[in-house]
């Protein structure tokens, strides 16, 4: 970007606080790809430490780009960070409740709610979300399988949708491409019930011996692929997938997605399963990391990076591609099944805590961004920035404007994004939950974090959610508030709620203040 349009743009961002304003669009409007990994933690990619795994692909990005040490998902798990993502709003301010949702229900994002799809597609973006969803589909009572899905992606600013409705540890265990299930034989109709059995196919609970991946725990209903899952399911036989092959699947769809829209300006909303549970990487990945099973999905995850990058180059639209990399929430290892590999490693070091839980280690996430001739090569940046600022962004960069009331806590990132210095942060605070809407919450303001409650890690803490127990002591409230200071102890090892009341009370008053609706 040419001087003198740098800092026209960096002079309108400065004055967009939230996204309740919105920039002049620069002539040349980028291409925007977010790529959302599941469950990749503070130190699992070799660009952040990580030593299990090899990440070229991914570590591209942070060495053509920038890389935040700083950035958090909204929520430290799946569901909740997904919503605010795309609504600009924190999870829990919206109604209903915001835990993970169950693969049978309901959209839980209104159509009519603005969001980055919507934003960009307003501002003539073609717009296209590929892989994991986790956010419902269809109306109260859940979707029909058999029939039109609707409302889903294409009712809040989706063009084109091509998805797995929740998890793959998850029933139904087929994709959903726009409106109907992909590849369905209608004589062989769809159920799925999450509160009793349907059907007569066997169960990881009464044929254990059918299992190729064991559960640790849970995870022992309809086996679907030699995997057993979480809820029932029969019918769809056809249309299921197939668990090693769902990398190069989402791959293969986010690339003729964007060969499609190569004409004009794209957004691309990547969601990848890699590497949530199950892990069951392609067998051209088996034994090729450090880090076991875990290890070997996190490098086929980096493969499918490499795929879509590869496709800029050769389509020539690289140059004029913002590209995002994250993670939903933080790392994890024993998720419910014997998948993990090694366990002589923090997925989140030198992070406290992991995936559900409010301390740094459940939210505080890796994130890459390049953007040619506007993010200067090789930027580190501690800025505090979240997932949920992404719309204000986006509205700043294209010009879009954001219905008042809507994206509420969504700041314009984009001077931190260009490595630009500004008088004040662009993102003042921010409110870190696991899921719900009535916390435990944690706030994060300057160098200093409040946790409303303390919670247990199980020790030693490098293994993170060894089985049922140990996943419920880990998000399970417990203990007086903590304050931390950050900036001197990252690993929230210290509580200096008794040496600074009045911090306390100043940061205990600003989260009640926040969820009552401030700024």
Known sequence: MR??????????????????????????????????ADDIGYADLSCTGGR???????????????????????????????????????????RPGSAIAPGDAPLSIPPGTTTAASLLKSAGYRTGVVGKWHLGLGPEGGPDWNGEIKPGPLEIGFDHAFLMP????????????????????????????YREKVG???????????????????????????????????????????????SDTFAARAISFVERSAGGPFFLYLATHGIHVP????????????????????????NLVSQVLAALERLKLADNTLVIFTSDNGGVMDDGYEDVGRFDYHPNHPLRGYKASIWEGGHRVPFLARWPGRIRPG????????????????????GAPVPA?????????LPALLGERTAAPVRPHFVAHNGG??????LIAGDWKYLQVAQPIRAPDTRGGEGAKAKAKAKGAGGAPMLINLAKDIGENEDLSAREPAKLAEMRALLEKIRAGGQ
């Not at 929740?166 to 019930?193: F, K, M, N, Q």
């Not at 930027?379 to 294209?398: K, M, N, Q, R, V």
């Not at 009331?405 to 990132?413: A, E, M, P, Y």
């Open 52 to 94: 299990h795994a090899r990440t070229p692909a991914i570590d591209s990005l942070a060495r053509d780009g920038i890389r935040f040490t700083h950035a958090h998902s909204p929520a430290s798990t799946c569901t909740p960070t997904r919503r605010a993502f795309l609504t600009g709003t924190y999870s829990w301010r919206q």
């Open 200 to 246: 007569t196919e066997p169960t990881g609970r009464e044929n254990p011996e059918l299992l190729r991946l064991r559960h640790t725990h849970g995870h022992d209903f309809t086996i679907i692929n030699g995997v057993g899952r979480i809820g029932w399911m029969t019918g769809g036989k056809a249309a299921r997938w197939k668990d090693e092959d769902m």
């Open 379 to 398: 930027t580190t940046s501690d800025a505090l920035i979240a997932h949920l600022d992404l719309p204000a962004t986006f509205a700043a960069i294209t």
């Open 437 to 442: 809407t009535e916390g435990p919450f944690a």
């Open 279 to 302: 892990r069951v990487p392609n067998p051209r990945f088996a034994g090729r990391s450090a880090g076991g099973t875990r290890g070997d999905a996190i490098e086929e995850l980096d």
């Open 405 to 413: 009331g809507q994206c509420r806590d969504s700041f314009n990132i």
């Open 3 to 36: 001087p003198s349009r740098l800092a026209l743009l960096a002079a309108v961002c400065a004055a967009t606080l939230t996204s309740a304003s919105a920039a002049a669009a620069p002539a040349a409007r980028p291409n925007i790809i977010f790529i959302l």
């Open 166 to 193: 929740a998890t793959g540890d998850r029933v139904p265990c087929v994709y959903v491409e726009d409106r109907r299930v992909a590849g369905l034989d209608p004589r062989d109709p769809i159920r799925v019930s």
